[in-house]
């Protein structure tokens, strides 16, 4: 079975921001670049291997989720933390909060 890794990118009219989360060593990124720079982007996932999964358009419009996932190549055997409900909730509404904070730039 393969192991993943996942990228996020969020775009607004003012910023593009990049998460990366994989259980390689120093496997977790993020960076932000202007909205400009869209198309260069995914042309460099996309040559990085990422390959798009989802697309979660939020409200107002003006914000987009956008899902990747490449293979780890060799696998690699991650210990992850299983978050609990409330942990889970809590980050969820950190996240939409920043994407408030965002959109208020």
Partial sequence: M???EYCEVA???KQVTIHIYSGRDGGSYEGVQKPEEWGTL???LGADGWELVGIVPTRPASHSLYY?????E???VVAWKKLTPQERDASI??????GK?????
């Fill in 68 to 72: 990747f996932k490449r293979p780890l």
């Fill in 11 to 13: 775009w607004t009219s």
């Fill in 2 to 4: 393969p192991l993943w």
């Fill in 93 to 98: 509404r950190g996240q939409v909060a920043q």
């Fill in 42 to 44: 995914l042309a460099q």
């Fill in 74 to 76: 060799p696998p690699e």
């Fill in 101 to 105: 904070e965002q959109e208020g730039e």
